[in-house]
């Protein structure tokens, strides 16, 4: 490239001066660095925004707000209510697999929460209940209620209903049904599941793991929630039921207890 005579020439592409450099040449002051350029202003920032209350789970919770009592529906069974249940029965009774089903066969968004998975979720540490019942254990207890209370008033205030299962004594009434009473609310449903000894035994000796009980815990067990009868809650015997029919009577004694709730 020719230049004209007496112009000044180019300043050299060496370090500092090529086409990427970040400091500018000073006019007329070649290879001198002028003043720096001037900040950059700060990118603006925006505000958060806030979680849409149609989105599941971004529903504020009233603290320890208590789950009301659904209405009647206008249907057989409990129909598109929105309801909080807690199915009570012995190892064995076929908690975990009736509330599975009632919960998968209704017409309307329904969880399942079982106290014993939430204890599971303890890995190291955990205070397994073929070790006994001791205070550890009873933390333990006490802890998986509240996370599975909270877990039960969060589905509700989404619209979802639930059912959560447990093995409530009716002789221990602060750490059983009434602790569930305090993290749910009155209008939690309660229905006891009490099959015949025999058929827990049978039941019970099908299970594997910490689930499994010796014969003589589960007949202590099954003794202690005969104090059930002559409570006022609802009691389904389902030694002759098979799953189904199990689910099927669970959904007409919940549309009973709507109509008219137990006082417990």
């Known amino acids: 490239m020719q230049h004209a005579v007496g112009a000044p ?40 925004v806030p979680p849409s209350r149609e989105t599941t789970g971004h529903i504020q919770l009233p603290p320890g707000g208590p789950v009301p009592l659904p209405a009647p529906p206008a249907e057989a069974g409990t129909g598109a209510a929105t309801l909080a249940v807690l199915l009570i029965g012995p190892a064995g009774a076929g908690k975990t697999t009736v509330a ?85 609310g009155p209008g939690l449903l309660p229905v006891v599941l009490l099959p015949g000894l025999e058929v827990v035994l049978e039941r019970n000796a099908a299970r594997s793991g910490n689930r499994r009980l010796s014969d003589e815990e589960v007949a202590r067990i099954h003794g202690r929630m005969a104090g059930w ?14 799953v189904e029919t199990t689910a099927r009577v669970l959904d007409d004694v919940l549309a009973r207890s709507i109509a008219s709730p137990p006082a417990w």
């Open 9 to 48: 020439l180019p300043p050299p592409q060496g370090p500092g001066n090529g086409p990427w450099t970040h400091q500018a040449q000073h006019p007329g002051r070649p290879g001198q660095a002028g003043p720096p350029p001037p900040p950059m202003a700060p990118a603006a920032q925006h505000a958060p």
């Open 100 to 184: 599975k089903l009632w919960a998968a066969r209704r017409r309307v968004p329904t969880a399942h929460v079982s106290l014993d998975d939430v204890r599971e979720w303890v890995c190291s540490g955990f205070a397994d209940p073929q070790a006994g019942w001791n205070d550890h254990s009873e933390a333990q207890y006490r802890l998986a209620r509240r996370t599975c209370g909270f877990a039960a008033r969060n589905f509700l205030a989404n619209g979802i209903s639930c059912i959560l299962d447990d093995a409530v004594f009716p002789d221990r009434p602060v750490v059983g049904l009434g602790g569930w009473k305090r993290h749910v």
């Open 229 to 242: 009868y002559g409570s006022g809650l609802p009691i389904i015997d389902n030694s002759t039921y098979d």
